[in-house]
């Protein structure tokens, strides 16, 4: 079986940086490759730090974007979406879609935009966010649903990151904790 490549934006890896658990990252099936323009985006000493870590540990791979294939859809996706998307999140979407790779990316509008205009339509099982790496961490038993709910209560109380879901237990098992 080959290896899964995941190419992470920067939304979804500052969420595993600001609560220091790159390790999470590494744990994940996947092999996850950062952009340099999503490394760019890694702007706080502490979460540079993490970052770096993490690349010694080798949870993750930072790749320069210089296939030409890459440098060119990078170019014209700029061209036509620069004015709503980042660097670092059209970097990811040029190198997932030429390398038909998983997009890790939480950010609405490029989710919105990769689904409906730039490539990804025929393919949104392509595109993974911080949620869907946490369930799978909770189902390989890396983490147990404790464990991920209070992280959850972490990035929501703390780092300004609320998940649309009341509770992981959702989408382990399509209920809800009332129920």
């Known amino acids: 079986m080959s290896q899964l490549h995941v190419i992470v934006d920067a939304s979804v890896l500052i969420n595993f940086l600001r609560i220091d658990r790159m390790d999470l990252i590494g744990a994940h099936p996947g092999s996850f490759i950062v952009t340099d323009k999503v490394a760019d985006e890694i702007s706080y000493p502490d979460q540079k730090s993490r970052y770096k870590a993490a690349l010694s540990s080798g949870y993750l791979v930072q790749q320069k974007i210089d296939d030409p294939l890459e440098v060119e859809q990078f170019l014209r996706l700029n061209l036509k979406y620069g004015q709503h998307l980042g660097a670092g999140e059209l970097s990811a979407i040029a190198v997932a879609l030429n390398r038909n790779c998983l997009l890790a990316i939480d950010d609405n509008r490029a989710v919105k935009d990769a689904l409906r205009k730039i490539g990804f339509s025929n393919r949104p099982d392509r595109i993974i966010r911080t949620q869907d790496i946490v369930v799978e961490l909770i189902k390989r038993g890396y983490l147990t649903l404790e464990e991920a709910e209070s992280i ?25 904790r009332a129920e």
């Open 152 to 176: 959850k209560v972490d990035w929501e109380t703390n780092h300004r990151f609320a998940l649309k879901i009341s509770s992981f237990r959702e989408l382990l098992y399509g209920t809800s």
